[in-house]
């Protein structure tokens, strides 16, 4: 069965440190996987994208980072600040036009 | 939200009846997705279209019906068949036609949220 397992399910953290995120999918074919910043009551708005050849990609603060073969992906968040509080969304497609969304992780991040 | 709008932002409905939500893009998208979203869970993908007058089902089409008249509109009826109508809303779109699981990134609407009475 597809799923994506994300943790932990919810994170606070002080202002200017870093965190990190994870993700554990069972989708197969594996086609790509994306992260996700949904702010509450918005809709989600893309980090990253990587596709089974790339292991890690950046985007400012947040780097993803892809192990496909033991089928695991982190986000790190470096410096944080009051806007990054958001939930963390983990989606992976399959090559047979499957997505499946995780159920996010809660980042709060405090002064 | 980039040039994506959805309307109304919240909607109340008695049980029953049938409602109809917004979506419209302005970014020369060629496809479009609806979503929904319930507390504690992923989304689910409930339809998406790649061209106008072409649409498939997700995984989750029953009791919704879609269409694609024009490129930049693609609304969503609730019926009355949807047994747990309530929920938030989410509209998407993306250039390219490679479907929901291809490289082509998603640009979301703000939502609508829906409580059904």
């Known amino acids: 069965k597809n799923q994506v397992e994300q943790s932990p399910q919810s994170l606070i953290i002080l202002e200017g440190k870093n965190c990190t995120l994870q993700?554990?999918?069972?989708?197969?074919?594996?086609?790509?996987l994306r992260w996700y910043k949904q702010d509450t009551g918005r809709g989600p708005v893309s980090l990253t994208i990587m596709t089974f050849s790339e292991n890690t990609k950046s985007n400012g603060r947040y780097t993803a980072t892809l192990d496909a073969d033991t089928k695991q992906s982190s986000l790190h968040i470096t410096a944080s600040q009051l806007s990054d509080s958001a939930s963390y969304i983990c989606v992976v497609s399959s090559r047979d036009d499957k997505i499946i969304f995780g159920k996010g992780t809660r980042l709060h991040i405090l002064p | 939200d980039g040039g994506i709008t959805q309307s109304p932002k919240y909607l109340f409905r008695k049980e029953g009846q049938n409602v109809t939500l917004s979506c419209e893009q302005n970014l020369n998208h060629d496809a479009m997705y609806w979503y929904r979203q319930d507390p504690g869970q992923g989304l689910r993908l409930i339809y998406y279209s790649q061209i106008v007058n072409d649409f498939q089902k997700g995984d989750i089409a029953e009791g919704y019906s879609v269409s694609r008249e024009k490129k930049e509109s693609f609304p969503l009826t609730v019926t009355s068949a949807q047994k747990n109508p309530t929920a938030f809303y989410l509209c998407a779109s993306s250039l390219g036609t490679g479907g929901p699981s291809s490289y082509n990134e998603q640009f979301f609407g703000p939502g609508t949220r829906l409580t059904v009475l």
């Open positions: 993700c554990n999918y069972t989708v197969s074919p594996f086609s790509n």
